[in-house]
Nanobody
Framework: QVQLVESGGGLVQAGGSLRLSCAAS????????MAWFRQAPGKEREFVAG????????RNANSVKGRFTISRDSVKKTVYLQMNSVESEDAAVYYC???????????????????WGQGTQVTVSS
């Protein structure tokens, strides 16, 4: 199985920036599409951003377009989420997820993900 470990979460001021990292424990990292989801208290888990197996295709939720950027490093076996111009609505637990398959499309449905990390908390202050 694949283990995913998130890091980089914490307290950030509104309008500031934060970078989340997700390290994978598999040598076959390039065979997985990667994605970030988030879940705030009382709300359902929602898609944030995704990237295909090769890194050439990405997709972002409308709520974060122009502010968040997802990327991956095949050597370090790590996926990143660069969060800029953070808003109070961005506060949530962020989860890293992996979907097995070298697909050209980036999927946004949580049910399609094969593995999940434990999550990292992002808190936004005014």
């Amino acid at each position: 199985q694949v283990q995913l470990v998130e890091s980089g979460g914490g307290l950030v001021q509104a309008g500031g920036s934060l970078r989340l990292s997700c390290a994978a424990s598999t040598l076959g990292f390039s065979a997985y599409a990667m994605a970030w989801f988030r879940q705030a208290p009382g709300k359902e888990r929602e898609f944030v951003a995704g990237i295909n197996y090769s890194g050439v295709s990405t997709r972002n939720a409308n709520s974060v377009k122009g502010r968040f950027t997802i990327s991956r490093d095949s050597v370090k076996k790590t996926v990143y989420l660069q969060m800029n111009s953070v808003e109070s609505e961005d506060a949530a637990v962020y989860y890293c997820a992996a979907e097995l398959g070298r697909l050209s499309e980036v999927h946004t449905t949580a049910g399609r993900m094969t593995y999940w990390g434990q999550g990292t908390q992002v808190t936004v202050s005014s």
